[in-house]
């Protein structure tokens, strides 16, 4: 059984930042790509940010420059620095992580609530 453990989220003003946090826990093997979601009010759930288990990133368009997604491999964890927020970010967030147990699955997060106000 693997659990993803979200933290981070809340109410800051545009210009703000906020970090993410996303912990995976249980019987994991090994960690493949881990990334961030987000799905805002009345719209489609949509790829914020990836990182693969070597590093390589990906980013949406409209984040570039502003998040920057890391991990922590000993920890089994994903971050997301998110910084020059703006009020088309607020969304619900949920990270995703593709997890070795017995098999390979994608894992989600309960989703955290990130609210810019302008």
């Known amino acids: 059984q693997v659990q993803l453990a979200e933290s981070g989220g809340g109410l800051v003003q545009a210009g703000g930042s906020l970090r993410l946090s996303c912990a995976a826990s249980?019987?994991?093997?090994?960690?493949?790509?881990m990334g961030w979601y987000r799905r805002a009010p009345g719209k489609q759930r949509e790829l914020v940010a990836t990182?693969?288990?070597?590093?390589?990133?990906t980013y949406a368009d409209s984040v570039k420059g502003r998040f920057a997604i890391s991990r922590d491999n000993a920890k089994n964890t994903v971050y997301l620095q998110m910084s020059s927020l703006e009020p088309d970010d607020t969304g619900v967030y949920y990270c995703?992580?593709?997890?070795?147990?017995?098999?390979?699955?994608?894992?989600w997060g309960q989703g955290t609530q990130v609210t810019v106000s302008s």
């Open positions: 995703a992580t593709t997890i070795i147990t017995e098999e390979v699955e994608t894992y």
């Open positions: 990182v693969t288990n070597r590093g390589s990133t």
């Open positions: 249980g019987r994991i093997v090994g960690v493949n790509e």
